[in-house]
């Protein structure tokens, strides 16, 4: 019978590498997703996973059981991926978040009737970065305009526009694409 979570915190907090080893197995799948979701490649969620780790791993003494461990090494995986997301940023990796960019108007009707879910990871990770950031913080993390604004730097208005942008570009994005389908069949 696999070890409850609490018991392999208990294990990882006393130090014991079979406990970290069995955490990283529970936990590695779910918070790989987080960090693909903020980071521009495999490789660089790859390393944002391990560094969420050893952050874990390094601040045990810091979860106080207030909620879900699972939510507060999520938290740590978000704020790794978008910390490394700032790190690129400040070496000239620009991601644009102004509202001017990439303005389409807004398409109606229902851009799909059935899509995979790898085909929607496609297209969200085709977004320009600061969209997609926003979008994952806003929809999927459940981070309100207040904390998104403070965690990348910028007003929430802008985080709301790139929100409302993010969604625009993605129902266009689909739009075209089940057209490009219709026309293929």
């Known amino acids: 019978m696999a070890e409850s ?4 915190v208990a294990g990882c907090r006393r130090g014991q590498p079979a406990a970290q080893r069995a955490l990283y197995e529970r936990l ?3 918070l790989m997703g987080v960090c693909l979701r903020y980071c521009p490649s495999r490789e660089e969620a790859e390393d944002a996973l391990q560094l ?3 952050k874990i791993f390094t601040r045990l003494d810091q979860f106080r059981g207030q909620g879900p461990f699972e939510a507060w ?3 740590i995986a978000v704020t790794t991926s978008l910390n ?5 940023r400040q070496r000239g990796l620009h991601f644009d978040l102004t509202d001017e960019a990439y303005d389409l108007p807004a398409p109606g009707g229902t851009p799909f009737d059935q899509l995979s879910a790898d085909e929607l990871v496609q297209q969200l990770h085709a977004l320009p970065p600061g969209y997609r950031t926003v979008l994952n913080l806003y929809a999927i993390e459940g981070y309100s305009h207040a904390e998104i604004a403070e965690l990348l730097g910028i007003s929430e208005g802008t985080s ?4 409302s942008r993010a ?4 129902e266009a994005r689909l ?3 089940a057209h490009i389908s219709r026309c293929h069949d």
């Open 167 to 170: 969604r625009r570009l993605l």
């Open 73 to 75: 090494a999520r938290r």
């Open 5 to 8: 979570l609490d018991a392999l």
């Open 175 to 177: 739009h075209q694409q």
């Open 28 to 30: 590695g799948h779910q």
């Open 160 to 163: 709301k526009s790139q929100l």
């Open 84 to 88: 490394l997301w700032q790190q690129h």
């Open 52 to 54: 969420a780790f050893v």
